[in-house]
């Protein structure tokens, strides 16, 4: 009998939750069960993934043309971005120490992880979701050696072609936007360096820092809400990935059925400061940007500082942030 039948499915899945929602060890939930450690992590690792399997086609499907063009529309309308298809970042995933693993999980933070590389949409909703890069990886790699970046960068994932930025005649490609931590690539726009900026710049910067609240509030609420995260994972690299998997369509669900009481809009600040300040993915040193990359990012500048393009308060906005 499968381990998912009849009332242990009830049993299993108490379980599970007071594992990624708490945080308690699976040392101390074997033990109030009275099961043993194999079946402790055969628990985990059947219920993550009868959770994925569920759930993803509904709620984590891989986007359509169509579906990426109304996550634009939705970007532009709610954050002044044109031609966003959604922002980008990574997350380090605490791990004890996996078996004969050496160094290859251990990151520049001092602890092992596991990285999870996610897209995000204008809601705070996973579009696109990479987990169990080694956490040792570089930064820069991170996005380039992954399935999803390589799918991105060679144009498999049905993404529309170029488009009219609002108000002009000048087109751009659907892109994501990102941080320092990536490289520029016409279809990923990334800030300008820090250093000796004019007042296009500063908006542009601010534009994007901006359009890019979506990721961190997302990783914010996986905190927040999964106090697994919050922990180093007990289980193995295989099951850590299924656990993580899980929890990221699991947000998505709830954020689809019951948004409001998941992530009260009074939360937003706490939740995007536990993600920004802490197992973000840090700046790549190295940016072989093309001539066409910088040429999108100029026309967004431009664009941004235009009649057609300027929001009202972001002279306020980078006035503040001087």
Same mark, same amino acid.
């Given at each position: ?8 499915? @009830? ?13 308690? +060890? ?21 219920? +993550? ?53 050496? +160094?290859?999980?251990?990151? @520049? ?152 009481? @998941? ?22 040193? +190295? ?36």
């Amino acid at each position: 009998m499968s381990l998912l039948n009849g009332y242990l499915l @009830y049993l299993v899945t108490i379980f599970l939750f007071r594992h990624v929602v708490t945080g308690e +060890s699976l040392t101390s939930l074997g033990y109030q069960f009275r099961v043993g450690k194999a079946t402790v992590h055969k628990i985990v690792k059947e219920t +993550s993934k009868a959770i994925w399997e569920t759930l993803q086609p509904q709620y984590l499907p891989v986007p359509d043309e169509h579906q990426w063009e109304e996550i634009a529309r939705t970007f532009f309308e709610q954050w002044n971005i044109p031609n966003c298809i959604g922002s980008i970042d990574g997350k380090h995933c605490r791990l004890k120490c996996p078996a004969k693993a050496g +160094s290859l999980f251990y990151n @520049y933070k001092g602890y092992h992880s596991i990285v999870l590389l996610a897209i995000v949409d204008a809601n705070c909703c996973f579009t696109l979701i990479d987990v169990g890069q080694y956490g040792r990886n570089s930064d820069s790699s991170v996005f380039t050696e992954s399935n999803m970046g390589r799918s991105f960068l060679c144009g498999s994932l049905g993404i529309p072609p170029s488009r009219e930025i609002p108000n002009t005649v000048t087109k751009t490609p659907f892109f994501l936007v990102g941080d320092e931590a990536f490289p520029l690539k016409p279809n990923i726009m990334r800030p300008y360096p820090r250093k000796d900026l004019d007042y296009p710049k500063k908006v542009y910067n601010y534009r994007i820092s901006r359009a890019r609240i979506t990721v961190e509030r997302a990783f914010g609420i996986l905190a927040k809400k999964f106090g697994i995260l919050q922990t180093s994972m007990e289980t193995s690299v295989e099951v850590s990935e299924a656990v993580v998997k899980s929890i990221c369509v699991l947000h998505n669900f709830i954020q689809h059925e019951n948004s409001f009481n @998941y992530f009260p809009s009074d939360d937003v600040h706490d939740a995007t400061h536990s993600h920004s300040s802490n197992s973000s993915l840090t700046a790549t040193r +190295s940016n072989r940007a093309t001539a066409e990359a910088m040429a999108v990012r100029d026309s967004l500048k431009e664009y941004f500082i235009s009649p057609g393009g300027a929001l009202e308060w972001q002279d306020r906005a980078i006035h503040r942030n001087v």
